[in-house]
Each structure stands twice: as structure tokens, then as C-alpha cells.
């Protein structure tokens, strides 16, 4: 665990190269590597061009708008910041219960959000690359690419993705930017029609997850020495664990492991987050690099999401996704898998265990019930915390005695894998880019890698596929020696 | 009531005294208007709702309905006219209705969707303008005021309280609490009073309510503002 390749020494003797923007992953981010004559690689940084701003301009906002207002943050997975704004503001109405009901229509519009997003980032972004291979042909290596060559696994990434943004439509008002969640509750319960149209899929929905799962286990499995390497660094571990150590994605305590999966800390109320969690500020990039107080700042940085939480939770409580959580955890070996590809793996597991709950939810009356909001006495302080599709995400506010924010603080999923993705790039870089011409297909490299993390970078842009990316090596005199394009 | 006037080709009954925004709201018929509320004598500010009576331009909630007069309102050219007024608005004010509890439930909001308004087209303003917030049942967010001088009006006419007021002259006029403070704690506002139900945008806000009614289910979320009755 070093920070090799993040800085070089004689910066000013090197050649720059940048991959700007960074094409398929959500927002925008650049990465910058500094060559020598020899093509030897020398620095190499995921940059996050983006600065948005938000715990600074809700500051004198009603704490009641701001699970509404903070979700604009990002248009693939708003209900994360939603629900977990909403959790944070629970605390500070006084609600530590909400009522059944509630609970599990928010639990609900958060599966069908894991399932939409899980769906999307496997089927649209990362595909193209698992199914063609990293550096095959650049115009078929898209979406459409994969409709013409595989055209019933297409048709289900678009139906399961459909079906998520369903589920949210109904919980949440909208399929994106919804109001469904509320400080101390939820505004909307589900009408007898709208759980019957979503039951009338939701077993496709089950079943096309489950071989989602099957087909990137077998894609992985049958090239072991790529998948299991490429990108490949040892990290410490975070994520919430539900009851008995459960995977969950809504609720639960902080739990981390160390890179051989030995625990660090476990049952961490997250209200305390600060306690074990600290964040450092670096000169080159707008996004924070958080790391475990107790280890500090050098070996203390972990990796979250997918990949983090299949393997911290002790058991998954749906039966198909047990199934295949088991499967990894004996194809791992008995010690964590830290290869970057594996997190496309354990996603596919989390969307099956999505799908599962949300059939479980949908024969649940609870979410029909009319009883909705739970109240409780005011407090001036609350920490949200949820698992996103990316990974943990907190939010923490404080309010005073008039109602208005005087403070927020938001750690993001991609915040939290912030050191864990430069390492990444960076050991596919020396591996991969070290010392050879430059070509698409290797920079390609660097992007897969990234994408394996599924980074939303601070805000979704809906502008997939018109993406371009521009790269120029330039010498040190400034002088355009090779450039690149892709529109 | 025999006596007609035409609006855009329609024949509108009305009564002596009645203006032509009252009589075509009586009737059915829906000409965009702000400032304009049926309980109130009509101020003739926003001039939203602007019509051509014989060829000429006048608001609608102040000219008086004769017999026999021909009144066009839902043409292309005088709406472009509103949508401009309704831009502007937009740009004077913050109004962002992503985060605005009263979207669905805005009569500015609904009146720009009928106006087919698709962009602010003018530069922001963005301007600096404070909350509120020390009144422990309403909060008072200024960002969104359009200064129809409703609540003025209905704190003076109706709560015989007089707590707010129009302050300063041209662009630079802003609504102001009369206190000493210029806090709202420090009136003898009450959250009843009617001052605090008549705003057609979200300056008076209910505290700790935000977004308890669900979408679908506010005002304007299921028929556009020229079907939803005219509130009294």
C-alpha cells in the first residue's frame, strides 16, 4: 500500500498524456500520465474535473427540502442521496423507528434502485468490454454493438433496468428525482395496482438476474489469468452489514476487514462515523481521500461497494443470491478477492439479491398500508448512511433551533474508492502502457479499470455514447508528437 | 344577466360592474393571471393577463366588461407577450423548482407549463435575498417572491394586521415584514391569518410539512391551470 506512480519526481521532463473525459461511467473525470522518451510511465492520476458544491450552497436551507434538493447531486442513483439525506433527517425529527410501512417502501424504492443501476452499469457501460474484449474493435465496442451480437442479453439489461425505474416511479412519485421519502417516513404508499403490474414481472425480473450472475461467472472464470489480475491491489474493506451480519443495502452498522479479511471494526453505530472515518484533502484533484483514523492516512484507505460488500456480510438472506455469494467465496479461495474485475461478479449477485427482495416486499401488505409517518423529539444533529450501488454514503447534517442547515457533510461511494481506483490505474498502467506506443486499445485499459468500480463521478451527464476522447503526447517542448480521437 | 361580451369568439354573460377576468372565470373561461384573486379588489401588477379589447391592450382584472365589446386572450401573440412576463419572473426570482416544495402546487410554475415556457431565455439575476426562518410555524422564503402584494393586501384588507408591505422602488423592490427587527417573530402574524394561504408561489411556507403530499396528487399535477378551479 504506497502512493507509487501518484506523483513524480521531475514532472517538468515528462510527456502528458490525458484520457478527458473518461468515457462510459457516470460524470466526468480525466486520468493524466506522465511518460518519459521510453514510454516508461511515471505519474498516473484519476482526476475528478467536477466541483459541485452542495454542502456549501444548502447551508440556510429547511432541513425538510433537503432529501429533494441533494438528490440532484446524480441522475442514476438519486434515491442513494434520497434515502440516505432522509435517514439523516430522521434523526434529527426524533424518528430512530419509522413504521413498518414505511421501512419497507423505502427499503423498496432502494432495491429497485440497486437493481436499475446494477443493470445499467453491467449491460450498458461494461459489457461491450467483457463480452468483445478490452481492446477490440472501438465501433462496436458499445451498447448497440452488444444488441447486434447478443441481442436477448441486450433486451434483458433494457428490461431490467426498465423494471428498477418502475419500482422507483411508484415508491418515489418520479422515476428520477422523486419525493417519495420524507423525514420521518414516506409520502406514498403502493395502490393494489401498482404492486399487481410490478408482480406480473418480477419473476423475469428474478430470472434474468440469476443468469446475469451465470454469465459474468462464466466470463470470468474462463479467463482466470486476466480477471483475476488485471488492475489487481490489496485493500482494506468497509460496508453496512444488516442483522446477523446479512448483506443490506438499506440499514445496518459499519463493519471493516483488513486486506486478509480479519476485522477491523464491527457494529459501528454510523451516527459516529467520525470516530473511525477521516477524510484527507490532496492539491490535484476535488475529491477527498477518506481513510480509517485508526490506521491513518498511509495504509488506512479501503475500497467499498460490490466487491467490499459480498464479501464483509456473513450470508445473504435470499436463496438464490446465497447461492452465488457461496459460489465466489469458494472460487476466492477462503481469503478476499481483491481483483478489480471480480466487482462485475459480485454486482451481478447484488442485483439478483435486489430482485429477490423486491418480489419478497411486493407480497408484503405492510407496503400497501396507509400508516406512514412516525414522530419523535427534535434533535439539531443527524448521520444518513446507506449502501449505494457504489458503495457507502453518508451524510451528515446539523440544524438549528429555526429549522435551517447550518452544516452538511457528504462522503460519497466514489469518494470512499477514490485511492483504490488510482491504484488500480495505475498498476494497469505499469503493466499494460509501460514502455509501448500508445493506441486506444490501451487506454481502453485504463478505462475498464476504472469502470469496474461503476465510479459515479459527483453527477450522471445522459450523455452516453457522445462521449469523445481526445489524447495527445506531446514533448516536452510543448510539440503535438501523437494524438488520438475518438468521436 | 343578458348582457355578452366576445372572448376569443366565445360569448361571456356578465353582470354590471364586473370586471372581464371575473365574468370569463365565472363562465368557465381561463385568462393566465398572478396578482389576481377573486377575494381581493384586483391590483392590475403582473400583467399577466393582458387581453386585446377592440384591438388595444389592457389587463383583464381591471377593465370593466361592457356590453358587446370583442376581447381576444389565448392568441400566439399575446401569449408569447405572458411568456415573456412569466421569464422574466423567473429570472428576477431563485426559482428552482427541482427543490421547491410547492412544485405541483405553484400557480407561477403551472401558469409558465400552460405558457409552453421551455427555458428562462433571459440572464439569472441570482439575487442574494435571505430566509425567514424565526417564526416557529412559517418560514418565509423571499427567493421566490414575484411581489404580487397578495399577502399584503390580505394581511391590511382581511387580518387587519398590515405585516407586510411592499418596500423600494423599480427592480429594487423587495416585500418586507413590518418590525422593527424585520423578522417575522416579531409581528403578530399568525399562521392562519390569511395572509399566510393566499401566495401563488412559495414564499410563506408551513414548516416541518415539505413533501407530505405525494406527486400525483397536487394541484396542478393532473390537469393544467386553465382546468383547476379558480381558488376563493
Known sequence: ???????????????????????????????????????????VRLHIVEFRGFEKFIQGRPYWEVPVLVQRLCGICPVSHHLAASKALDAIVGVSKLTPAAEKLRRLMHYGQMLQSHALHFFHLSSPDLLFGFDSDVTRRNIVGVAQAHPEIAKHGVLLRKFGQEVIRVTAGKRVHGTGSVPGGV?????????????????????????????????????PGLYNSFGIFRSNFMSL??????????????????????????????????????????????????????????????????????????????????????????????????????????????????????????HDDDILSGDLMAHGERAFEGVGVIEAPRGTLFHHYRVDENDLITMANLIVSTTNNNQAMNEAVRHVARRYLHGREITEGLLNHIEVAIRAFDPCLSCATHALGQMALEVELRDPEGALVHSLRRA | MSQTFTLDGDSIPFADGQTILQAATAAGAFI??????????????????????????????????????????????????????????????????????????????????????????????????????????????????????????????????????????????????????GRLADTDFSPTDKAAEVCPVGVFLKKRRGFAVPIGERRYDKTPISGVPEEA
Not at chain 1, 477491523?264 to 462515523?273: I, K
Not at chain 2, 422574466?88 to 405541483?104: D, K, R, T, Y
Request: proline share 5%; hydrophobic share 35%; charged share 25%.
Open chain 1, 241 to 362: 452489514v444488516g442483522h446477523d451480519g446479512d448483506l443490506d443495502f438499506y440499514h445496518g452498522t459499519l463493519r471493516a476487514r483488513d486486506d486478509n479479511g480479519n476485522i477491523l471494526f464491527d457494529h459501528v453505530d454510523y451516527q459516529n462515523y467520525q470516530s473511525h472515518i477521516e477524510e484527507e484533502v490532496r492539491p490535484w484533484s476535488y475529491m477527498k481521500f477518506p481513510y480509517f483514523r485508526a490506521i491513518g492516512k498511509e495504509n488506512g484507505w479501503y475500497k467499498v461497494g460490490p466487491l467490499a460488500r459480498v464479501q464483509n456480510c456473513d450470508q445473504i438472506s435470499t436463496p438464490f443470491a446465497e447461492q452465488e455469494r457461496r459460489e465466489f467465496v469458494d472460487y476466492a479461495g477462503g481469503s478476499p478477492l481483491h481483483a478489480p474485475l471480480a466487482y462485475h461478479w459480485t454486482r451481478m449477485i447484488e442485483m439478483l439479491h435486489a430482485a429477490e427482495v423486491i418480489k419478497d416486499l411486493l
Open chain 1, 187 to 223: 409520502n406514498k404508499a403502493l395502490t393494489i395496482a401498482e404492486r399487481d403490474e410490478l408482480l406480473k414481472d418480477i419473476y423475469h425480473i428474478v430470472q434474468w438476474s440469476r443468469e446475469a450472475v451465470h454469465l459474468i461467472q462464466k466470463v470470468h472464470t474462463q479467463d
Open chain 1, 1 to 43: 500500500m504506497s502512493y507509487q506512480l501518484e506523483t513524480a519526481p521531475n514532472p517538468e521532463k515528462l510527456r502528458r498524456i490525458a484520457i478527458d473525459p473518461v468515457s462510459r461511467v457516470e460524470g466526468h473525470g480525466k486520468v493524466t500520465l506522465l511518460l518519459d522518451e521510453q514510454n516508461k510511465v511515471h505519474q
Open chain 2, 32 to 181: 393566465p393571471h398572478l396578482c389576481y384573486h377573486p377575494e381581493f379588489k384586483p391590483h392590475g401588477s403582473c400583467k399577466l393577463c393582458t387581453v386585446k379589447v377592440n384591438g388595444r391592450q389592457t389587463a383583464s382584472c381591471t377593465m370593466r366588461a361592457t356590453s358587446g365589446m370583442t376581447v381576444e386572450s389565448n392568441t400566439e401573440e399575446i401569449n408569447a407577450g405572458r411568456r415573456s412576463l412569466v421569464q422574466m419572473l423567473f429570472v428576477e426570482g431563485n426559482h428552482f423548482c427541482p427543490a421547491c416544495e410547492q412544485s405541483g402546487n405553484c400557480q407561477l410554475q403551472a401558469t409558465a407549463y400552460y405558457l409552453g415556457m421551455m427555458s428562462p431565455h433571459f440572464d439569472h439575476f441570482f439575487p442574494s435575498r435571505a430566509l425567514d426562518a424565526s417564526h416557529p410555524e412559517v418560514l418565509l422564503d423571499f427567493n421566490r417572491c414575484i411581489l404580487c402584494s397578495l399577502c399584503v393586501r390580505a394581511s391590511r384588507d382581511v387580518d387587519g394586521k398590515n405585516v407586510f408591505a411592499l418596500s423600494g422602488r423599480g427592480i429594487r423592490t423587495r416585500l418586507i415584514v413590518n418590525a422593527a427587527s
